[in-house]
């Protein structure tokens, strides 16, 4: 795309994040965007209604108390321990800018992560300086670590589980990366945690320098409301408000408000969907392997996986072909054979299996 001379040089530098496809056709099995398969909870849905029925007319509040008292009393924290922004991808936007704006130094991030990441630097600024996962596409948290202590580093960023790959560390680990970096922001970006993965928002009590980003994307299917959550001492919080009230001092209307705070109360709707996502998850593994395919370890709503003997481009067209939408990503090449499978119901698993044993007959 020619950007026009009228816009800021820095529109023709940028390099926007490209989503999965949200297709427009009927009967796909969707299975490229780790959206949740089940629907959200039905007390959200009400929540929802009734929040449209009434006051739509006046602005929401701007600070979204009511929410953010809900979400710490969840977590055990205090409503000023709490952010919230339309979305993950908001907050994080927010996040780059506050923490990670220090001249000439780099943004330490794995090499394989969310995308949106060097976005982010790319829209202000930041460099970012990729660290390789191990062989075993694992965070190395030793290499992160090292060169973090090296000092002259704008923080670290990392997803846990991470993504593409969805596996998952254990909290040691990212108090390794705290204590080495302690004049920084570690910023722990948990959007698929729910589903089998350790949440560091335990260790904000004890970590200033903490950051942990939350979704109800995933684990509470309110992927299409957009809400998103940040967690951290209260110096983090509040550079977040300063820079969302200099931004957008509204960011969150009432029915997402509404919405969210009833999925948040509404726990076992929550812990019910979370295990029969992480149910489905392991008997797709399974069939999976028994297919040939080699198969990451999960902590997420989705599967990383290869087979040694097709290629990931010519499956995840294969499957399209066949009416299944799974992910497929061309560039870092490390990883250009592997697909990105959302676990999505047992009808939806059976059907993307069905698909494979014909292609692959």
């Not at 680990?173 to 959007?191: G, K, T, W, Y």
């Not at 705070?261 to 509404?266: F, G, L, M």
Request: glycine share 8%.
């Amino acid at each position: 795309m020619t950007v026009p001379s009228l816009c800021s040089p820095v529109v023709g530098r940028l390099e926007p994040y490209v989503p999965g496809e949200q297709p427009r056709i009927a009967g796909l099995v969707k299975l490229n965007t780790n959206e949740n398969p089940y629907p959200p909870s039905p007390h959200a849905v009400a929540a929802i209604e009734a929040a449209a029925r009434e006051g739509l007319q006046l602005y929401p509040d701007p600070q979204s108390l009511a929410l953010r008292e809900t979400i710490a009393a969840h977590h055990g924290l205090e409503a000023g321990q709490v952010f919230v922004g339309n979305g993950s991808d908001e907050v994080l936007a927010h996040a780059f800018f506050a923490f990670f704006q220090h001249a000439g130094e780099p943004l330490l991030m794995p090499d394989i992560t969310y995308s949106f990441y060097r976005v982010y630097c790319g829209l202000w600024g930041i460099m970012p300086e990729l660290q390789p996962l191990d062989e075993g596409l694992a965070i190395d948290v030793e290499r992160i670590a090292a060169r973090a202590a090296q000092g002259a580093c704008a923080g670290i960023v990392l997803a846990n589980p991470n993504a593409p790959t969805g596996m998952g560390l254990p909290l040691a680990q990212i108090e390794r990366l705290l204590a080495a970096c302690p004049q920084r922001v570690v910023l722990v970006d948990e959007a698929y945690v729910d589903f089998g993965g350790e949440s560091a928002v335990s260790l904000v009590a004890r970590h200033p320098n903490l950051l942990v980003v939350h979704t109800l994307s995933k684990s509470r299917s309110l992927a299409g409301l957009r809400v998103g959550a940040a967690f951290g001492q209260r110096p983090l919080i509040d550079a977040l408000e300063r820079v969302k009230d200099s931004f957008n001092s509204y960011p969150l209307d009432r029915l997402a408000q509404a919405g969210a705070r009833a999925a948040y109360e509404d726990t076992g709707y929550f812990s019910e969907t979370c295990r029969a996502v992480m149910h489905s998850r392991e008997g797709l593994s399974l069939a999976l392997e028994d297919l040939g395919f080699e198969v990451l370890p999960s902590q997420a709503n989705f599967l990383f996986v290869r087979h040694p003997a097709r290629g990931g481009a010519e499956l995840a067209a294969a499957l399209r072909e066949r009416a299944v939408l799974v992910r497929h990503f061309k560039q870092p090449e490390r990883i250009a054979q592997y697909l990105r499978i959302s676990v999505g119901t047992p009808a939806q698993c059976d059907a993307l299996v069905q698909a494979l044993m014909a292609i692959l007959s």
